[in-house]
């Protein structure tokens, strides 16, 4: 579900933060927030960046700093928040459970790095996930596609559990899927707080997942080893 105040013109960005209530789990997104190409955004967003370090009075024309604008504005829109972008999402193809593979396949310790939506600064950690399979199979790395393509936008926490989970219930027609994710705030880290040992654990368990035993299966896999 799209956020209804996107309908303003994109240069209006003094309204941008009004308030919006949402009950929703996907990311809050303005109505036109694709009607920009990416290499218009780019522009932009330098445009906007330059700006902020010359309030801080960094000297643009220093040689270190002076590609500065566009190396963020590139990262931002290509890389850290390419997710936000549904042109960016995995292409997944399914197979057919042949094997007849009844348990639960975990993957588990994907490495990925997201960024808070408050701060701007990273989030870290590793995602398990865990699903049995309804007829249908993934491709194993499509799993950790789908993390990283929900990681890649500015994120709480709990709300990227929620998409990983629905997504792959979505997509593989099953009820059955447990996502932990175990990650670092670097907002709690680097700033304010200062709590460089805190983590931050969330959980998405549906289907059999919800039975206690299922859960704790998945979690003596996902700590075998450790
Ligand atoms: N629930 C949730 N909170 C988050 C997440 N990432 C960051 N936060 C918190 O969002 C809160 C924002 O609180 P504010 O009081 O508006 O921000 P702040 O003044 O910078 O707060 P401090 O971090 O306590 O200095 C902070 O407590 C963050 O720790 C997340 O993924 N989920
Ligand atoms: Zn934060």
Redesign the pocket.
């Given at each position: 579900m799209l956020n209804t105040t996107g309908s303003k013109p994109m240069q209006d960005i003094d309204e941008m933060g009004d308030e919006h209530i949402g009950t929703s789990t996907e990311t809050p997104l303005r109505a036109d927030a694709f009607e920009m190409d990416d290499e218009l955004k780019m522009e932009l967003i330098a445009k906007h960046f330059k700006e902020i370090m010359h309030i801080l009075g960094l000297d643009l024309s220093d040689d270190s700093l002076r590609g500065t604008p566009q190396r963020v504005a590139k990262m931002y829109v290509q890389e850290v928040f390419s997710g936000l972008d549904p042109k960016n999402k995995p292409d997944i193809k399914l197979f057919e459970n042949k094997y007849r593979y009844s348990e639960m396949l975990v993957e588990k310790d994907i490495t990925f790095f997201s960024n808070?939506e408050?701060?701007f600064?990273p989030i870290y950690g590793k995602a398990h996930v865990a699903y049995i399979s309804n007829g249908k199979v993934i491709g194993l790395s499509k799993i950790n596609r789908i993390v990283q393509y929900f990681a890649k936008r500015p994120q709480v926490q709990e709300r990227l559990t929620m998409q990983i989970g629905n997504e792959l219930k979505e997509m593989l027609g099953t009820e059955d899927i447990a996502v932990v994710i175990d990650a670092h705030?670097m907002?709690?880290s680097s700033r304010g707080i200062k709590d460089v040992n805190s983590a931050t654990v969330t959980s998405y368990y549906s289907g059999q997942f919800e039975q206690e035993e299922k859960r704790a299966e998945f979690m003596k896999y996902i700590t075998l080893g450790k």
């Open positions: 808070c408050h701060h600064v705030h907002c709690v």
